[in-house]
């Protein structure tokens, strides 16, 4: 079964950057990578999205390697608010596969 | 307003006892899955719908059942429910399984 693997938890401080790692063995040519946000009591919610090499938006950036078998979530200037459950999505053909989630906590 | 819609939010129930949890979403999307959220183990995928009437066997099928009768709506049914089944329970919905997914709220379903 092929796996996604991030750390468990992290700690960080108000203005600094929070880098999240996600190995994901056996990804695919086609397989996308994707990056989700949880509060506690909500669903998950769409932070990015990448194939490969640097992708970034308003809130967050996605570095990816040239072998893809990990990929790095960059959130910048990190607030109180960004205290949450990161999950790294690998999609294999049809079928979505979570990695166990890091808990960010960001301390003022 | 663009939503995931699950019902209900809160479940308690007893083993044995069928029961379904409903999902619908009114974004035209194509693709819908479910998840069961168990602490340190993250999401995981129970199964997913390509369109109407396809339906396939995500990492952790047994014990559930789905339908996708419709295209807004894919309800999970747990036939005869179990205690290792108490869980949180996730729909979402996309345009295709790379695309961004959208996800309700959550039903929290214990079974006693």
């Known amino acids: 079964l092929a796996k996604t693997t991030q750390p468990i938890s992290m700690d960080s401080y108000e203005g600094q950057e929070v880098n999240i790692t996600c190995s994901h063995n056996?990804?695919?040519?086609?397989?996308?990578i994707t990056w989700y946000q949880q509060f506690p009591s909500q669903g998950p919610r769409f932070i990015i999205q990448?194939?490969?090499t640097k992708v970034t938006n308003e809130v967050a950036s996605l570095f990816i390697p040239a072998d893809r078998k990990s990929s790095t979530l960059s959130l910048p200037r990190v607030s109180l608010s960004d205290t949450a459950v990161y999950y790294c999505?690998?999609?294999?053909?049809?079928?979505?596969?979570f990695g166990g989630g890091t808990r960010v906590l960001v301390k003022p | 307003e663009a939503q995931v819609t699950q019902n209900p939010r809160y479940l308690i129930t007893v083993t044995g006892k069928k029961l379904t949890v409903t999902c619908s979403q009114n974004?035209?999307?194509?693709?819908m899955s479910w998840y069961r959220q168990d602490p340190g183990l993250g999401l995981r995928q129970i199964y997913y719908?390509?369109?109407?009437?396809?339906?396939d066997k995500g990492d952790v099928p047994e014990g559930y059942k789905v339908s996708r009768k419709e295209k807004r709506n894919f309800p999970l049914i747990l036939e005869s429910p179990s205690p290792n089944q108490t869980s949180l329970y996730f729909c979402?919905?996309?345009?295709?399984?790379?695309?961004?997914?959208?996800f309700g709220n959550g039903t929290r379903l214990t079974v006693t």
């Open positions: 979402a919905s996309s345009y295709g399984a790379r695309s961004p997914l959208h």
């Open positions: 056996n990804i695919a040519t086609n397989d996308y």
């Open positions: 990448g194939y490969k």
């Open positions: 999505l690998k999609a294999a053909g049809n079928k979505l596969t």
């Open positions: 974004m035209n999307h194509e693709y």
């Open positions: 719908s390509m369109n109407v009437e396809v339906t």
